[in-house]
């Protein structure tokens, strides 16, 4: 079956795809920035509403959540939305690749955006192999730590006594005063890291994002994968130039890799006709346009539920809010 979407049109899509949720994260950002502003000052006017959504950047108390959700079975009250969009993005995971890397996460976006710029300005670096297989296990390590702290080491009287702490009631705030006031060292950190992202391919996705980590591990089991006929394949390696993740995938007959995020760029650059397809179990090929739109149509269902079923909005009222977020200063990490 030849592919009758051109690179053009695939590239298009996922860039139309993250711009918009890019679009809707800085809209929520500027959303809750006003009620940090609201929360933060003595006004007596009437508070702005404070935007669920912002909850996506708490992935570790998402992760506390989580395991106390399966301990206890109580959703979290405070931050739901972030367990909501933590569970949708684990769901993309194990059944649509790394979906929410390719399509959604507007961190990918920014990077994807930054080592465009780098290629245009021709100072993209080539990592070494020899190197960039010790980089690529930093995010593996970060995720080891993260996960022996809070899924092996913390009980379930643990994880409340930080579900129900002060600082996870402002956890949210914190995030955002820790970019809008960073210490000579995280700020030196934030500009390096910046700067080498438009030397190095997608630096923070590839190298540094526990996150992505997570969510690669449960790729390996997708039933998506493409697949490449090493009877039709003339080696061109074209299918690695466009690939954002940097697999070899002319090394391989499937490509069951952790750093996949399902982009499917690779298909519609092949020359070879049916040399390399979006395959199901049991299936010859799956129409490419199957997997962005269950990818895009399973994040919105996780939210629909979720308002449905009052686990989106948070259940702690704006005044008890602007309570803690006065005590910014002075509440730490318990």
């Known amino acids: 079956m030849k592919h009758s979407l051109t690179s053009n049109t695939i590239a298009r899509l996922r860039l139309t795809s993250q711009s918009v949720f890019a679009l809707f994260c ?31 950047f708490l992935p570790l108390g998402a992760l506390v959540s989580l395991k ?3 301990l206890s079975g109580e959703y979290d009250a405070i931050h739901p939305a972030g367990l909501t969009i933590f569970l949708a993005a684990l769901f993309l995971g194990l059944f649509l690749r790394k ?3 390719g399509w959604i996460c507007p961190v990918g976006f920014t990077s994807n955006l930054a080592e465009k ?27 080891a730590a993260f996960s022996w702290l809070i899924l092996w080491k913390m009980n379930l009287q643990e994880l409340s006594s930080f579900h129900f702490s002060s600082y996870n009631m402002i956890s949210d705030a914190k995030m955002l005063h ?12 934030m500009l390096l890291l910046m700067a080498l992202s438009f030397v ?7 190298y540094l994002c526990p996150y992505g980590g997570l969510l690669g591990l449960l790729a390996i089991f997708s039933p998506f994968q493409i697949k490449r006929d090493q009877h039709l394949c003339i080696d061109c390696k074209r299918c690695e130039t466009v690939c954002p993740a940097s697999i070899q995938i002319t090394a391989r007959q499937t490509v069951r890799n952790c750093e996949c995020i399902g982009c499917l760029e690779c298909l519609p650059v092949c020359p070879k006709k049916e040399c390399l397809t979006l ?3 049991g299936k010859a090929a799956a129409p490419p346009l199957l997997l962005p739109t269950l990818i895009i149509g399973s994040f919105l269902l996780f ?29 730490g990490h318990p």
């Open 117 to 143: 710029i780098g290629r245009k300005l021709h100072i993209l670096a080539t990592i070494p192999s020899w190197l960039d297989l010790p980089l690529l296990s930093l995010k593996y390590l970060l995720l």
């Open 26 to 56: 800085l809209v929520v950002g500027w959303q809750f920035y006003q009620f940090y502003l609201w929360a933060t000052s003595v006004s007596d006017r009437v508070a702005p509403q404070r935007p669920p959504a912002v909850e996506a």
């Open 303 to 331: 939210w629909l539920v979720a308002r449905l079923s009052d686990h989106w909005q948070s259940q702690i009222p704006p005044e008890t809010f602007r309570h803690y977020y006065q005590q910014i200063q002075s509440i």
């Open 99 to 101: 979906g929410f890397c």
């Open 68 to 70: 106390r959700f399966v």
């Open 178 to 189: 820790f970019f809008l006031d960073p210490s000579l060292l995280a700020g030196s950190i």
């Open 279 to 281: 395959s199901l179990p």
């Open 200 to 206: 190095v391919k997608n630096l923070w996705c590839r």
